[in-house]
């Protein structure tokens, strides 16, 4: 079963706008990690955030983590077309496994 | 490019026959996961060897068998095949514990249609 739950299962924005996904989980982790998947193809690591972090910067990219309520978000700020794609969270259960949930798809109109 | 490679790219089979993928890890990397994406879906976990010993399965059936080598690099094996398990699947490896980050490295994937 799926533990990582993303939210909104689509999305659809203009060029420069900013785009938020948020993903929740079931069970206690280590980290959680956003990764990129553009046309069904291998997946692109973005971010990891450890369980003890709140926050965390990548380019424009911004992960919040918040434990208490088992969730957490993908900021991706300024949007360009190249963004278009479906965006994962993956819970990592100490270190056995990767959870998956169903996807965010994004796509960033000209 | 993340260095783990997949093959073949695309297959096409029908129900009951056999196939194999072939997986080869990043350079120094010792751990090997496979997952199977189906259309629309997140991917989810098949079974994870390391050091040539499963370790960690998945919800999968025993048709769903693997290897990994030496060199690290790994076989996914299915037999029987059914229609529902086209997919994409994905192979992904992941450095030593202690060594760089938690993070697994996908390859591009092998799309399996079962007609």
């Known amino acids: 079963s799926q533990q990582g739950e993303e939210d909104p299962q689509a999305l659809s924005i203009q060029e420069g706008e900013n785009a938020t996904m948020n993903c929740s989980y079931k069970t206690s982790i280590n980290n959680l990690q956003w990764y990129r998947q553009n046309s069904g193809r291998g997946l692109v690591h973005l971010i990891l955030i450890r369980s003890n972090e709140r926050e965390k910067h990548s380019g424009r990219l911004r992960v919040t983590l918040d434990t208490s309520k088992k969730s957490s978000s993908l900021l991706i700020t300024a949007s360009r077309a190249a963004d278009t794609a479906s965006y994962f969270c993956?819970?990592?259960?100490?270190?056995?496994?990767?959870?998956f949930g169903p996807g965010t798809r994004l796509s960033v109109l000209p | 490019e993340t260095g783990v490679t997949q093959s073949p790219t695309h297959l096409i089979k029908t129900r009951g026959q056999q196939v194999t993928l072939r997986c080869s890890s990043q350079?120094?990397?010792?751990?090997v996961s496979w997952y199977q994406q189906a259309l629309g879906q997140g991917p989810q976990f098949i079974f994870q060897?390391?050091?040539?010993?499963?370790?960690g399965r998945g919800n999968f059936p025993p048709r769903f068998s693997g290897l990994q080598f030496p060199n690290y690099s790994s076989e996914l094996n299915v037999n029987a095949l059914e229609l529902d398990d086209s997919a994409l699947y994905l192979c992904?490896?992941?450095?030593?514990?202690?060594?760089?980050?938690?993070?697994?490295?996908f390859g591009p994937g092998t799309r399996l249609t079962v007609l």
């Open positions: 993956a819970t990592d259960n100490y270190g056995q496994n990767f959870v």
């Open positions: 992904a490896s992941s450095p030593p514990i202690g060594v760089g980050t938690d993070t697994q490295y």
């Open positions: 060897y390391y050091r040539e010993e499963e370790n």
């Open positions: 350079s120094g990397h010792n751990t």
